[in-house]
C-alpha cells in the first residue's frame, strides 16, 4: 500500500445559478476590485488514503466524489493527486 | 395505516409530524433511528423537516447516506408511501428517490413565512382529497429550497405531471425554477415538498389547509380540525 494525497474540488455546473457566488461577486466591487467578471464558489476536499496504486487511489476518489462528495445533478469535480 | 417517522441526528420537526399523525390518525406514529436496517411494517414512511447532520456538505446529503435510507427505498419500491417535507424533501432528492436538486434560496436568506400553493396534481394518494388549481396556505422554513432541475428531467416532471404543489400568486420564497414547491414520483407514492402542511392543520395554526394532505395519505375520513 502507498499513501496518497489528494484534493478534490467541487464547483457548481455552468447553467447552475451560484447565489452565494454572485453575493461575493457584488461584495468584492464595492471593495473597490474592478474588472472583476464573474465569482463561483466551489468546495475543495483534502483527502489521505492509502491505495495499492495511483490508479486504485483515483478510481476510489472518483467513487467517493460520485456517491457522497459531489450532487452530479448540480455540481462538477476534479480529483487532483499530489 | 401504519405510520414510521424516520429521524435523523438533527431531525427538528419530528415532534411536529407526531402530532400532525396523531391527531388527524388517532394513531401513534413508530419512530425509526436512522442506523436501522429495517424499517417496522409500515403504510407511510415520513422523513420529517429539520437539519440533518448540520446540513454538513449539502442539506440531507449524509442523511442520504444513511442506513435506513436504503430500506426506504425498497419500501418506496414496494409502493409504500413516502412523504419527505422541508429537509426529508431534500434527502428524497440526494438519495435518488425524487429527482432535482434543493439548492440555496437565491436570496440567500432563511425564509420563515406563509406562502401560498397551488395543487397542480390532485391524483397522487397525498393530494388526491384536493382539486387541481385549488389554493392553500402553507408556511415554509429553509435555507435551501431553491428547486433545480436539469432542462430534460424539467420537461419530464412538466410533461408526466409530476409537480405536486407550486408557489402561486408570487409567494415563491426561494428562487425555485417553475415556482416548484414540491414533487412526485412516477410511480406517484413518494411525494417530496419543502413546505410544512403538519404547521397547517387545525385553528391553532390559523387554518388548516395542509390537513387534507395528511388524510388522504392516511385513508383517514375527513374531519373537521379542532
Known amino acids: 500500500m502507498a499513501h496518497f494525497s489528494a484534493r478534490i474540488t467541487v464547483t457548481l455546473k455552468n447553467g447552475v445559478l451560484d447565489p452565494q457566488g454572485k453575493a461575493i461577486e457584488s461584495a468584492l466591487g464595492s471593495l473597490g476590485f474592478e474588472g472583476v467578471d464573474s465569482v463561483r464558489q466551489g468546495k475543495t476536499f483534502d483527502v489521505a488514503l492509502d491505495a495499492a496504486s495511483q490508479s486504485d487511489a483515483e478510481t476510489a476518489l472518483n467513487a467517493m ?9 448540480i455540481e462538477d469535480y476534479r480529483v487532483e493527486i499530489g | 395505516m401504519k405510520t414510521t417517522i424516520a429521524l435523523f ?18 394513531e401513534a406514529s413508530t419512530l425509526v433511528w436512522h442506523t436501522s436496517t429495517e424499517l417496522p411494517e409500515s403504510d407511510l414512511i415520513i422523513l420529517p423537516g429539520g437539519f440533518s447532520h448540520g446540513d454538513y456538505l449539502r442539506a440531507g446529503a449524509i442523511a442520504a447516506r ?33 429527482p432535482g436538486a434543493l439548492m440555496r434560496n437565491a436570496g440567500l436568506n432563511f425564509v420563515c413565512k406563509m406562502v401560498q400553493l397551488e395543487v397542480t396534481n390532485a391524483a397522487s ?27 430534460d428531467t424539467l420537461a419530464r416532471l412538466e410533461d408526466d405531471g409530476l409537480v405536486a404543489f407550486r408557489y402561486a400568486n408570487g409567494t415563491n420564497p426561494n428562487g425555485s425554477i417553475n415556482d416548484i414547491a414540491g414533487i412526485l414520483n412516477p410511480a406517484g407514492n413518494v411525494l417530496g415538498m419543502m413546505p410544512h402542511p403538519e404547521n397547517r392543520i ?25
Open chain 2, 125 to 151: 394518494p397525498f393530494t388526491n382529497r384536493y382539486n387541481a388549481g385549488d389554493v392553500i396556505d402553507c408556511p415554509v422554513a429553509h435555507h435551501d429550497g431553491n428547486f433545480f432541475a436539469d432542462s
Open chain 1, 65 to 73: 466524489c460520485e456517491k457522497l462528495l459531489a450532487n452530479t445533478v
Open chain 2, 66 to 98: 444513511a442506513p435506513i435510507m436504503q430500506a426506504i427505498a425498497k419500501a418506496a419500491a414496494d409502493g409504500v408511501r413516502v412523504l419527505g417535507v422541508c429537509n426529508g424533501f431534500q434527502t428524497l432528492t440526494e438519495a435518488g428517490l425524487l
Open chain 2, 202 to 226: 387545525e385553528a391553532a395554526h390559523g387554518g388548516d389547509d395542509g390537513r387534507r394532505l395528511f388524510e388522504a395519505a392516511m385513508n383517514v375520513l375527513e374531519s373537521e380540525a379542532a
Open chain 2, 9 to 26: 441526528p438533527g431531525s427538528n420537526r419530528d415532534r411536529d409530524m407526531i402530532a400532525a399523525v396523531g391527531k388527524i390518525s388517532g
